[in-house]
């Protein structure tokens, strides 16, 4: 192992930079050499690289973003993509590929690895919704950026003594929406793992008012549907006029969280010594506190669940 | 000059807590008592009232928000609602009120004023909107937040070599659009003072990208358009492709900055002096450095105009 | 079970309202009544009490330090003062006890206990030096300030090419300034837990000069030496100028991060089962994710140790 | 004019390179060039320079801290240091210099000035102690800076209902302490403009206390005397057993506020603006929101006065 190569892909996330900072350093720590790829997958089929030394990633680590850049590649989808891109790192002497990304990005380095070519996952996106490690790099600074975000929202909702539904990130998984729920105090989240029932939701608002609550936070995934929409409900259904506010790409940005920053330098280290031990098709995660390696195929196949208890606090502390 | 009252009215701003612990001191230092009046002249009418004391302003100078509530009042506006208010005002035996809110609040100030009842208006409001100040309280704390979001977005904007439109606060005045413009190194502002042209933006964004810009952002303030209708002509005209954001509530909440806390501490102070030299129908505001007052006409008569050289600074500085 | 009461004890934690708000409404949730017992032991046993409702916790779920105040106690070191608390609970028709504190103050609650008296402790304190738990309730929070903190200190210290040390709280113990060495990218920590030696550091400092590096940062636990001292070792040693930074009591306060929101709300709502499950004499922590119990005792008695890879990373990363 | 230079010199303030954006941007929009003068006249001296495109200070607006670097050059206050300076500037044909910086580097450049070179002056500096403009680079972010910190210690003060010295940087001015002081609502604030004494200090606490204040928060400036010694005359005098906390080298860091991006935006197009007019041996200032020019020599010659009604309402507020 004398060269790798190192690319961010997907969505970006917080900590991104941590990740590849720590990758490098930890490579040439154990005498590698290191390429970072540029804009993922699309980046390595058009050959934009450039090397990284210890001082190149002097500086980054508190950096939102990633400054390798990252793209979305549909031609890597189809195998023609993946053949050019493996031959692409082997024009360039790269030896093995460390993949920073969600489960999409983990596809594209699976596919590369069943060529026989060897690649390592480190999970980075702040949706969380990845098995194999109780946190992928970017899901607390997106937990803590959605929660300054409501907590103004409650400065205002309560001077005004208004209902404000809140759309926080998260298509299929409501990992987000839920922490960021119980951390706000939030009276209510809908998320895409449990199904919505307007009319509950209705009785809870009716009830809380009676008891003279005089505002309300309810925090709805984008999976279950867009805050408006859920607006236009709560005014045809109970009267309610709220006042919308989506979260967006705004959750995606920022320095990481001190959590995110240490989880990603972990990751990244870990990364580089599986590779020197020789592993390769495994995505590296932190367990239980514990740097641990799973196939990267748990990252698609593997449904990390929900924690029942966070959802009945939600229920037990918003009265 | 016994016993005064205060309340805040129309869209709450950071500071103006700052702002009721300064006038309660202020007053208290004076032997003048202080009645808080909740929902602004809504809680006027209905005799919702709380005596403020030193210690029930204590510990609120840096929350957000009004631990008055605010609210607005449509029978205010009606001369019933003003002579309601006044027998309010009576029944307590206040003896002049201060206001600390918009242009519109300082509306129903000045009909009170107008049946002779001493009242001194504070200039509170994000938006900056209002002659007889510089600067109005809650400006400066929501330009600090539209800029913080703006380099959340500016992270994943540049990791992503996106095209991003940020929707900021301002109807009918782009202050705080043009300043977080320029604090955010924004390369396009749209103002409803300038007529947008869609070819200049479009010829613009062309030339960044001929030039070898990968990213944009625009700020585009609300009374303009909504950022989404301007995504769509730039998607019809020149075939861009861009992300939008809408930082709505989040602008009104969040602790004061340094510059409001004082700024809100010195009018509050400021409005209680007034009263104290006899004065009436006036709002405080600081020009130039200095505590003033003005008729309080001078929200709604006079206009503030954009500085000329903000705005061509986007356009030097946005190369 | 019909009444308990909630104290706050020794050093205040962020987050430490956020169990109280959690523990409160779980346990009205549950038909109980809940009294509030100010300034810990002291306010116990000086009869400094006040009922708790829902809306008295309401808003206070971000607030930094405690509701409750806190204070340290020694007269409920001694038997007489532990009886004349267990008289007061009484006196209130206080069923049991939740005391959210450190290791001293689960002291306080294990001689109530042996006494007969029904007690839970909730870990709260920055330092996380308790076993029984993964993390205490406050740590995430300081971990983010000290960052904070950090990263303005590096900007300085990189425009002026200088040598900064930053001084953490950690008396006994180093998480704190080993988590906050990581996220930070500090070149060299020193820790409690590790025999510190001048030579490696300045040979360390040296390599890192001669390899082009201009500034470094060195976080030194509290508990190792004051930063002074290290300085003036540094200079007598090695003719370094170095700036000092101690960070302080910052440190303690602060809105809580998402991570420490969402703790403290479990474990307020977790002491609050434990209680209804007849459970006594035990602290609730959460383990690999899952809130559990354990004796008291553990919290001094069991040692909880630093991670070893965290601290090869800082050797790794701080090339 | 075909070429300019610009450096940052003495002690780095946040906002720096939003000034080195806006000269670099604003000089090539003129198409000028623009060369980076490393670490301030040191680096001027050694010939440490790099040249500076619209792409290479992209990016840099809301980086605290100063990418060319800063130093203090003991050389340069000697003639030859600054003929040696400008044989450098004719080396690299730089026709004019602009200098950011406090009174200190205005020195230098007043030097560079008189043996016919061109310069100006952009004041950043967090002490604001310059005339010719109402506030310096810088000053508004510390103040921010200071106030968060101040915060986090009020949370702790009043938990423990505890007396808290906080030492704030300024030598000889005290803008920066009595900002923080107002707008943290600190009870007291030592300034080194008015002569302190402990009697009257040691009074308004014992009356505080009498009053029921449980905590209180002194501001010192660090030119009064250290908070430590502060501790110690309380400790013998009244008794009184205070924390102490010196933030230090904080107030320097971080990104820029809004205030200060925009200011140093301004200021750093009006240098340009300035040399294209011809003008040299001046500073550009905002002054009632105007961009002006005065005499280098204002910046030390003139004496920027504290403004009483500051100092006042510290007094009536704090009660």
């Known amino acids: ?64 973003g990633t400054i390798l850049r990252t793209a979305r590649c549909p031609r890597f989808v189809k195998p023609e993509g993946v053949r050019e891109g493996l031959r692409r790192l082997k024009d360039y002497d790269i030896d093995a590929l460390i993949v920073v990304g969600g489960d999409g990005s983990f596809h594209g380095a699976y596919d590369l690895c069943k060529l026989g070519f060897p690649v390592i996952g480190i999970p980075g996106t702040i949706d969380n919704d990845m098995a194999g490690t109780d946190c992928t790099i970017g ?6 950026t959605a929660l300054q975000c409501i907590e103004k929202l409650r400065d205002t909702a309560s001077s005004h003594e208004r209902l404000f539904l809140v ?13 960021a729920a119980v951390a706000a105090g939030a009276e209510y989240v809908l998320l895409p793992e449990v199904p919505f029932e307007l009319e509950t939701l209705c009785k809870k608002l009716r009830y809380a008012h009676d008891r003279g609550k005089t505002h309300s936070l309810i925090i709805v995934a984008e999976g279950v ?83 029942a208890d966070m959802m009945s606090l939600i229920e037990t502390l918003g009265i």
Chains 1, 2, 3, 4 share one sequence.
């Not at 926080?168 to 987000?176: E, I, K």
Request: charge should be negative; glycine fraction near 16%; hydrophobic fraction near 40%.
């Open 1 to 64: 192992m004398k060269r790798i190569g190192v690319l961010t892909s997907g969505g970006d996330a917080p900590g991104m930079n941590a990740a590849i900072r720590a990758v490098t350093r930890t490579a040439i720590y154990n005498d590698m050499e290191v390429i970072g790829i540029c804009r993922g997958y699309e980046g390595l089929i058009e050959g934009d690289v450039v090397p990284l030394s210890v001082s190149s990633v002097g500086g980054i680590i508190h950096r939102g």
């Open 139 to 144: 899901f607390d600074t997106a937990c803590n």
């Open 167 to 179: 759309e926080v990130m998260g298509r299929g998984a409501g990992f987000l929406a839920l922490e």
């Open 225 to 307: 549907m867009p805050a408006s929409e859920l607006a236009v409900q709560l005014k045809d259904t109970g009267g309610y006029d709220a006042r919308i506010t989506v979260l967006g790409h705004i959750q995606r940005g920022g320095s990481p969280s001190s959590f995110d920053a240490v989880l990603a330098s972990r990751l990244g280290g870990g990364a580089v010594e599986a590779l020197k031990r020789g592993e390769s098709g495994v995505m590296v995660g932190r367990i239980h506190g514990n740097i641990v390696t799973s196939p990267l195929q748990v990252a698609w196949e593997e449904k990390k669940s929900l924690d």
